[in-house]
């Protein structure tokens, strides 16, 4: 695996791959990998000649400052992974790489629209803005012909195909499912800031999630809205939000589509952990 940290660099090399008619594919992370970023490895080798990934933890997307301090960093874990996995590039830039006018600098607005007013838009204001500032700088050095990008993060993965349309940016992003601990619990790089006993707790989300999806078709919205924030509660969790919302432009739901898939949604707060899940109907 080939190690760059300056995009000047990155792109030299990669314009000889793709001179050779080579197909790039990318995954973006933010480190403190798990199998879940892997699977987006995995996923690139099968359609692409060479795949790429890049570790930055973005510090515009953070509205908290003690968040992103504490956002964990495992880079030789990290790398060790990647070099296991088959991955071909590694870009692991520094800030002043990305963000030479400096984190606080002038940038180009995005205009998401809706997608960034709701759920994690909603508590989260101008998260939204830092991924589209930093993945459109991630995909202006890779030029990647496919993105890979995971399922946890549903809304992001909406903005990020917003983000597309609005660039122009000819990549085509594959969204790929959610991998679960052998309990449920999605995996993320938060779950290593929880204490074991509160790793026990976590799996309360995806069980939640369960009962939401299982009872979509049977019960009303509210009702089953109600029934899973108290299930949260009574774990110990604050929750955030609860939603169901359609699956192609995440508009709100109060009830079943006739047709179409839907996803669940939940944000909750266990101590000080912020965790986020989904589940799509199929």
Same mark, same amino acid.
């Given at each position: 695996?080939?190690?760059?940290?300056? $995009?000047?660099?990155?792109?030299?090399?990669?314009?000889?791959? #793709?001179?050779?008619?080579?197909?790039?594919?990318?995954?973006?992370?933010?480190?403190?990998?798990? !199998?879940?970023?892997?699977?987006?490895?995995?996923?690139?080798?099968?359609?692409?000649?060479?795949?790429?990934?890049?570790?930055?933890?973005?510090?515009?997307?953070?509205?908290?400052?003690?968040?992103?301090?504490?956002?964990?960093?495992?880079?030789?874990?990290?790398?060790?992974?990647?070099?296991?996995?088959?991955?071909?590039?590694?870009?692991?830039?520094?800030?002043?790489?990305?963000?030479?006018?400096?984190?606080?600098? =002038?940038?180009?607005?995005?205009?998401?629209?809706?997608?960034?007013?709701?759920? =994690?838009?909603?508590?989260?204001?101008?998260?939204?803005?830092?991924?589209?500032?930093? $993945?459109?700088?991630? %995909?202006?050095?890779? +030029?990647?012909?496919?993105?890979?990008?995971?399922? #946890?993060?549903?809304? !992001?993965?909406?903005?990020? #195909?917003?983000?597309?349309?609005?660039?122009?940016?000819?990549?085509?992003?594959?969204?790929?499912?959610?991998?679960?601990?052998?309990?449920?619990?999605?995996?993320?790089?938060?779950?290593?800031? %929880?204490?074991?006993?509160?790793?026990?707790?976590?799996? !309360? $989300?995806?069980?939640?999630?369960?009962?939401?999806?299982?009872?979509?078709?049977?019960?009303?919205?509210?009702?089953?809205?109600?029934?899973?924030?108290? !299930?949260?509660?009574?774990?110990?969790?604050?929750?955030?939000? $609860?939603?169901?919302?359609?699956? +192609?432009?995440?508009?709100? %739901?109060?009830?079943?589509?006739?047709?179409?898939?839907?996803?669940?949604?939940?944000?909750?707060?266990?101590?000080?952990?912020?965790?986020?899940?989904?589940?799509?109907?199929?």
């Amino acid at each position: 695996m080939y190690l760059f940290k300056r $995009v000047a660099d990155l792109r030299e090399a990669l314009r000889q791959e #793709k001179k050779a008619g080579k197909r790039i594919g990318f995954a973006p992370t933010m480190g403190a990998l798990h !199998q879940g970023h892997i699977s987006l490895v995995n996923a690139a080798k099968t359609q692409c000649d060479i795949v790429i990934s890049s570790i930055f933890v973005n510090p515009t997307q953070f509205n908290d400052p003690k968040d992103f301090e504490k956002y964990p960093v495992t880079i030789k874990e990290d790398i060790l992974a990647l070099t296991a996995a088959g991955t071909d590039i590694l870009f692991l830039p520094s800030v002043e790489e990305m963000y030479p006018g400096g984190v606080n600098g =002038e940038h180009r607005h995005y205009g998401f629209g809706y997608l960034e007013t709701v759920l =994690e838009g909603a508590y989260r204001p101008n998260h939204f803005q830092g991924v589209g500032i930093i $993945v459109h700088k991630l %995909l202006e050095a890779v +030029e990647p012909d496919d993105l890979f990008m995971g399922q #946890k993060d549903f809304q !992001q993965c909406m903005i990020i #195909k917003r983000l597309l349309e609005i660039t122009g940016i000819p990549a085509k992003l594959h969204i790929i499912p959610t991998l679960r601990e052998t309990d449920g619990l999605a995996m993320s790089s938060r779950n290593m800031r %929880l204490s074991p006993s509160e790793r026990q707790t976590a799996v !309360q $989300v995806s069980r939640t999630l369960l009962y939401m999806k299982e009872n979509i078709k049977q019960l009303p919205f509210d009702t089953i809205k109600k029934n899973a924030w108290k !299930q949260l509660q009574d774990a110990g969790f604050q929750p955030d939000y $609860v939603e169901i919302a359609d699956a +192609e432009n995440l508009q709100l %739901l109060q009830s079943p589509l006739p047709s179409g898939r839907m996803v669940m949604l939940i944000a909750a707060k266990l101590g000080e952990v912020r965790l986020i899940d989904n589940m799509i109907t199929e």
